[in-house]
């Protein structure tokens, strides 16, 4: 399964993004994942397709919110109230749809056995 997100780039503290990714093939969950310079990557948000459920880092909870189509495999996140601490390389992950992981699982980077390239997000004040 191939991952491909697409949606950074550059704002201004206080605007919005969002991001997309579409898999190739079934997964269970997608999910996105962000990257600070010097940094290890962090949860931000996933979505379990069966039950639809959600759950986000306390970072961006009430800011952020995931949501995608099943049928498309796609995922976005809409990303609003930016602050320059969310300037990092935002990674699209996709848990195994044979594996299907947990939903308390599906916060460690772990559970998520595809991967796409990144995109850039920048907020400057």
């Known amino acids: 399964v191939q991952l491909q997100a697409s949606g950074g780039g550059s704002v201004q503290v206080g605007a919005s993004l969002r991001l997309s990714c579409t898999a190739s093939g079934s997964v269970h969950a997608m999910a996105w994942f962000r990257q600070a310079p010097g940094k290890d990557r962090e949860f931000v948000a996933t979505i379990r397709w069966s039950g639809r459920n959600t759950v986000y880092a306390d970072s961006v909870k009430g800011r952020f919110t995931i949501s995608g189509d099943n049928a498309k495999n796609t995922v976005y996140l809409q990303m609003n109230s930016l602050k320059p601490e969310d300037t990092a390389l935002y990674y699209c992950?996709?848990?195994?749809?044979?594996?299907?992981?947990?939903?308390?699982?599906?916060?460690?980077?772990?559970?998520?056995?595809?991967w796409g390239q990144g995109t850039l997000v920048t907020v400057s004040s």
């Open positions: 992950a996709g848990s195994s749809a044979v594996s299907r992981p947990i939903l308390s699982a599906l916060g460690d980077r772990r559970s998520y056995r595809y």
